[in-house]
């Protein structure tokens, strides 16, 4: 049976890198894209074609279009078809509004949302022509509920929202789906920084008692992915954070 094509971005490490590891579990031809670290995403690869797939990488910026134009046409070379688009890449830069500047509300901004935007409408010109295809968007919590301190994360990841259920309407005819994660507290880079006493406080918060996985993130990603009547949902994967 031939092979299922995603593409991955963000996916170097962390929520990316799980994704990748899981649809690569699953039998998917893959491209991953980063922007600066070569010796992980080299690592990625190579863990990903343990399970006996076809992996390429892509080195660049998302928020250039030029760049997601790239991005696409190489996985339309490298396998004649695109299934999966999983929007993952993203950046923080948090500060009170009072102390926001203006250039690290618009890095975040174009970094997390017109990425989104730039690869979906590239990806989506190939999907269109297949008449089916699937694409998931990575918001979060922030997103959906707010939180002080990421005016501009929470701004970019409502927007992620927004696109996602536009997308989903005009794509739909088309037998296009689109979907998007909202985590709340993952264990990642950032996360493994807290304190002790941090993490115990956001547990508190947390019906569930604990900081989910990346794991968590990447199941969700293959439940969307093998869903075929789900569209144009954003799902809360945050222990119960947002309740």
Known sequence: MENKVAIVTGASRGIGKQIALQLASEGYNLVISYQSN?????????????????VNIYKGDLSIEENCKSLIDLAVTSFGKIDLLVNNAGAIK??????????DFMSVITTNLLSTFNCSKYASKIMVKQRYGSII?????????????????????AGIVGLTKTLAKELGKRNIRVNAIAPGFISTDMTNKFTDDMVKEIEKQIPLSKIGSVDDIAKTVSFLANSAYITGQVIVVDGGLSL
């Open 94 to 103: 948090d500060n009170l509004i009072l102390k926001m500047t203006s250039e």
């Open 137 to 157: 968007n990575m918001s979060s919590v922030s997103g959906v509920f707010g939180n002080a301190g990421q005016a501009n994360y929470a701004s970019a990841k």
């Open 38 to 54: 070569d010796e992980k995403a080299k690592q990625v690869q190579l863990e990903c074609e343990t399970y006996n797939v076809k």
